[in-house]
């Protein structure tokens, strides 16, 4: 049965799940309340969402479950595609070109979802260096959502996530069949370190990064939060390091920590 929300209830909600996640939901979004968190409330026997809120200081686990109930998860492989030539074919040979092949490089997906954005830019890195175990990679993936890293850090997918932008070269390239399932293969997920983490809150133990990719999560935060996100990720970048957020995105008026460039139709920001 799908619980009906009420106004109060999501004046009591709403400013909960934007602590939680910064996410910022209003009235207009009344049914993903319903849609994603009745299916938590009826999961434990709860008859509100004031109830629900309360269960959640008692029970650590049903708080991980509305987190990746009320998160959008939506990704692809080689989503948008420009940002991906850009690295493979720009930033990378330019890294290696200025720091030589031995320099460490750090690359972070961060709000990775379910791993195709880390995957896309291994695979890309892996197409020009050829075995990434040879240097020294290092690939960090992170989402607020445990079932998100969870699903990343396995690396399985199912056909019709396969199909959302992966050329039929590339997949037999990089993942092996298993059942009716592909799976990333080990030199590719082995490069990769995956952890939960809240991005409106501290980074904790995450050094400087040469390229952060942050796309389609600042879009659900309020200005305020996108701001401290941005100035956060410029301190978590190397002096010449790049930022990538996605072509709906902008940082126009939100932070003058960078400067907008451009390589064959990828936008990418550059610490300043
Ligand atoms: C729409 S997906 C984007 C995935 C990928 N970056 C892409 O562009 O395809 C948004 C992701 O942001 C995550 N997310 C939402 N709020 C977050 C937060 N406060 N901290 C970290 N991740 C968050 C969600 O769990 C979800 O996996």
């Given at each position: 049965m799908r619980y009906k929300?009420?106004?109060a209830e999501i004046d009591i909600l709403a400013p909960f799940i934007h602590k939680l996640t910064g996410i910022v939901l209003d009235y207009s979004k009344a049914y993903l309340f319903e849609t994603r968190l009745g299916?938590?409330?009826?999961?434990?026997?709860?008859?509100?969402?004031?109830?629900?809120?309360?269960?959640?200081?008692?029970?650590?686990?049903?708080?991980?479950?509305v987190i990746d109930a009320i998160t959008t998860q939506e990704t692809l492989f080689f989503r948008d595609r420009s940002p991906f030539d850009f690295v493979q074919n720009k930033f990378f040979p330019d890294f290696f070109d200025k720091n030589g092949m031995n320099a460490p490089l750090r690359v972070w997906s961060a709000a990775s979802s379910t791993g195709q954005e880390i995957y896309s830019i291994a695979m890309s890195l892996q197409?020009?260096?050829?075995?990434?175990?040879?240097?020294n990679i290092n690939l960090l993936a992170t989402d607020i959502s445990d079932e998100a890293i969870s699903k990343a850090s396995i690396g399985r997918y199912n056909k019709f996530?396969?199909?959302?932008?992966?050329?039929?070269?590339?997949?037999?390239k990089y993942f092996n069949k298993e059942d009716i399932t592909w799976k990333i293969k080990d030199e590719i997920r082995h490069a990769v370190h995956f952890r939960r983490m809240n991005l409106l809150k501290p980074f904790v133990n995450v050094p400087k990064q040469n390229l952060i990719f942050c796309r389609n999560v600042a879009i659900y935060f309020s200005r305020e939060d996108r701001k401290t996100l941005y100035d956060r990720l410029a301190d978590h970048l190397v002096d010449?390091?790049?930022?990538?957020?996605?072509?709906?995105?902008?940082?126009?008026?939100?932070?003058?920590?960078?400067?907008?460039?451009?390589?064959?139709?990828?936008?990418?920001?550059?610490?300043?």
């Open positions: 929300i009420e106004n299916p938590v409330l009826e999961k434990y026997s709860l008859t509100n969402f004031q109830e629900l809120i309360s269960s959640i200081a008692l029970n650590r686990n049903i708080e991980r479950e197409n020009i260096l050829f075995d990434l175990s040879k240097y996530e396969l199909s959302r932008g992966l050329e039929l070269k590339t997949l037999h010449d390091g790049v930022l990538v957020i996605s072509s709906t995105e902008s940082l126009a008026g939100i932070t003058d920590k960078f400067i907008k460039e451009q390589f064959h139709g990828a936008v990418f920001y550059r610490k300043s």
